[in-house]
């Protein structure tokens, strides 16, 4: 059954810039359009905008800021730019590359300046790929809060965000061009709302078990930690209007899922020199590598899952996030005064769990690198007492989607743009690349917010220039 409609009925009203979905995106393309003096109006389904933004850490990456600057760290878009490439093995897409990480910095000191959203950046530990600290989260370092931020900030802007509201089609002309949105309600009712511009700000496909199983059927069966709204529509409604699709494949993963509870544990837990065991004891890749990337690598270990280890000095710096906090009061954390304790109380030998991580040691002494390629230099040796996390792998969210230009306009297969249908966040095709090692720290919320603020000011500026 078609989703898009071809219908001449009337529209119940008719609005400037309509935008599908209130997470980082949505929000962002609200407040440009807004500030460009175009009104837009947010369809979110659920009561509340929550959705992928608030299951995040709420952290974004973005060079030359003024919080990097504050904090005495050097960094530019060009060397953002190649950080981002070289994680997606050449692959992500240099147009929407160049528009991201340049506007990566201006967009973190707009939401600061112009919106009070106090952005500062996580000075006392990297991420992988990253070659500058340029992670900017909020006071809580958490989705939920950045989220509640930018709904407090579209709301003081006198923007309309309609709750409840499930967009199940669009209506669109001949052409290609978006004439409205049809929405459901939770009573059952539609309602016909016609647009002159539309952006999709609805995320991927991660909660369509049909779409995950076509494009990334390694993780067909694997937890999905994202929002259940992220039902692809997005590239469903792109694809009937001619839209083309790009990296589907691609997606994020996660390693580092507190097993049964379901709370993500922060991968500074392995980056400030903790590792990751199976079930036997034994380490089983190169950690260092990307969260991304370790799902698969932890869901292919016996039973699907592994143990993080650490210890307390790691645990503090862990403790910054929300999640970990979360993490400690459910009871997902151990803590153990020595090596013996901590094999005892994670059901595996000691001689092994004493092997590895004396191995461990002596690479950190030696500054050497492993046989699974990471490097150990400059890390401090563990020291009781010792932590550990039992985890899974999961599906974060989907990084493919519809292919956009540098202004955020949906491209037909011919590279020729949609009349007025414009996409952000995961929605958009990424900058991963095809797959999962082509994630960098950051690259969901870094398309949602920089691409959520030029759609909603590209799809203003195009309903202005209209007679």
Same mark, same amino acid.
């Given at each position: 059954?078609?989703?898009?409609?071809?219908?001449?009925?009337?529209?119940?009203?008719? &609005?400037?810039?309509? !935008?599908?979905?209130?997470?980082?995106?949505?929000? /962002?393309?609200?407040?440009?359009?807004?500030?460009?003096?175009?009104?837009?109006?947010?369809?979110?389904?659920?009561?509340?905008? =929550?959705?992928?933004?608030?299951?995040?850490?709420?952290?974004?990456?973005?060079?030359?800021?003024?919080? =990097?600057?504050?904090?005495?760290?050097?960094?530019?878009?060009?060397?953002?730019?190649?950080?981002?490439?070289?994680?997606?093995?050449?692959?992500?897409?240099?147009?929407?590359?160049?528009?991201?990480?340049?506007?990566?910095?201006?967009?973190?000191?707009?939401?600061?300046?112009?919106?009070?959203?106090?952005?500062?950046?996580?000075?006392?530990? #990297?991420?992988?790929?990253?070659?500058?600290?340029?992670?900017?989260?909020?006071? #809580?370092?958490?989705?939920?809060?950045?989220?509640?931020?930018?709904?407090?900030?579209?709301?003081?802007?006198? !923007?309309?965000?309609?709750?409840?509201?499930?967009?199940?089609?669009?209506?669109?002309?001949?052409?290609?061009? &978006?004439?409205?949105?049809?929405?459901?309600?939770?009573?059952?009712?539609?309602?016909?709302?016609? /647009?002159?511009?539309?952006?999709?700000?609805?995320?991927?496909?991660?909660?369509?078990?049909?779409? &995950?199983?076509?494009?990334?059927?390694?993780?067909?069966?694997?937890?999905?930690?994202?929002?259940?709204?992220?039902?692809?529509?997005?590239?469903?409604?792109?694809?009937?209007?001619?839209?083309?699709?790009?990296?589907?494949?691609?997606? =994020?993963?996660?390693?580092?899922?507190?097993?049964?509870?379901?709370?993500?544990?922060?991968?500074?837990?392995?980056?400030?020199?903790?590792?990751?065991?199976?079930?036997?004891?034994?380490?089983?890749?190169?950690?260092? #590598?990307?969260?991304?990337?370790?799902?698969?690598?932890?869901?292919?270990?016996?039973?699907? !899952?592994?143990?993080?280890?650490?210890?307390?000095?790691?645990?503090?710096?862990?403790?910054?996030?929300?999640?970990?906090?979360?993490?400690?009061?459910?009871?997902?954390?151990?803590?153990?005064?020595?090596?013996?304790?901590?094999?005892?109380?994670?059901?595996?030998?000691?001689?092994?769990?004493?092997?590895?991580?004396?191995?461990?040691?002596?690479?950190?002494?030696?500054?050497?690198?492993?046989?699974?390629?990471?490097?150990?230099?400059?890390?401090?040796?563990?020291?009781?007492?010792?932590?550990?996390?039992?985890?899974?792998?999961?599906?974060?969210?989907? =990084?493919?989607?519809?292919? &956009?230009?540098?202004?955020?306009?949906?491209?037909?297969?011919?590279?020729?743009?949609?009349?007025?249908?414009?996409?952000?966040?995961?929605?958009? +095709?990424?900058?991963?690349?095809?797959?999962?090692?082509?994630?960098?720290?950051?690259?969901?919320?870094?398309?949602? +917010?920089?691409?959520?603020?030029?759609?909603?000011?590209?799809?203003?500026?195009?309903?202005?220039?209209?007679?």
């Amino acid at each position: 059954m078609s989703r898009i409609l071809t219908d001449d009925l009337p529209f119940a009203l008719t &609005v400037p810039v309509a !935008i599908v979905g209130g997470g980082a995106a949505g929000l /962002c393309a609200a407040l440009a359009a807004k500030e460009a003096g175009v009104d837009a109006v947010v369809f979110e389904r659920d009561a509340l905008p =929550q959705g992928s933004t608030a299951l995040s850490a709420g952290l974004i990456p973005a060079a030359g800021t003024a919080a =990097q600057r504050a904090a005495g760290i050097a960094d530019s878009a060009a060397s953002f730019a190649r950080d981002i490439q070289a994680k997606a093995h050449g692959a992500a897409d240099p147009e929407v590359l160049a528009t991201v990480t340049q506007g990566a910095g201006p967009a973190i000191d707009w939401l600061t300046e112009r919106h009070g959203l106090a952005f500062t950046v996580i000075a006392d530990f #990297s991420y992988p790929g990253h070659s500058a600290r340029r992670m900017h989260g909020l006071a #809580s370092r958490s989705g939920a809060e950045l989220v509640d931020r930018l709904r407090a900030a579209a709301e003081a802007a006198g !923007i309309d965000i309609v709750g409840a509201a499930h967009v199940t089609a669009l209506v669109a002309a001949p052409d290609g061009r &978006v004439r409205g949105l049809v929405v459901a309600r939770p009573d059952g009712s539609e309602e016909r709302i016609g /647009c002159d511009a539309l952006v999709l700000a609805c995320n991927g496909y991660g909660g369509n078990k049909t779409l &995950v199983a076509e494009h990334i059927p390694a993780l067909k069966d694997a937890l999905y930690f994202g929002h259940p709204g992220n039902q692809g529509d997005a590239v469903i409604w792109g694809q009937e209007l001619g839209a083309a699709l790009r990296h589907m494949s691609g997606h =994020q993963g996660h390693g580092s899922v507190a097993h049964p509870h379901g709370i993500l544990v922060s991968w500074a837990v392995i980056m400030e020199g903790g590792c990751q065991v199976n079930a036997l004891g034994e380490r089983f890749w190169n950690e260092a #590598s990307g969260y991304s990337e370790a799902a698969l690598a932890v869901l292919g270990q016996p039973g699907g !899952i592994a143990w993080d280890l650490f210890d307390a000095r790691i645990a503090g710096i862990a403790r910054q996030f929300e999640d970990f906090r979360r993490a400690e009061a459910a009871g997902a954390v151990l803590q153990v005064e020595s090596m013996d304790e901590l094999a005892t109380r994670i059901s595996i030998p000691r001689q092994v769990i004493r092997a590895t991580l004396e191995s461990i040691a002596d690479l950190k002494r030696r500054r050497a690198t492993d046989g699974f390629g990471r490097d150990w230099s400059g890390l401090p040796d563990l020291a009781p007492p010792y932590l550990a996390v039992k985890v899974t792998g999961a599906l974060f969210h989907t =990084q493919g989607g519809l292919a &956009v230009d540098g202004a955020a306009r949906v491209l037909r297969s011919d590279g020729r743009p949609l009349p007025n249908l414009f996409a952000a966040g995961g929605a958009a +095709v990424g900058v991963s690349g095809p797959d999962a090692a082509g994630y960098l720290s950051g690259n969901g919320l870094l398309t949602a +917010v920089v691409l959520g603020r030029i759609a909603g000011a590209d799809a203003a500026r195009l309903v202005s220039a209209e007679p």
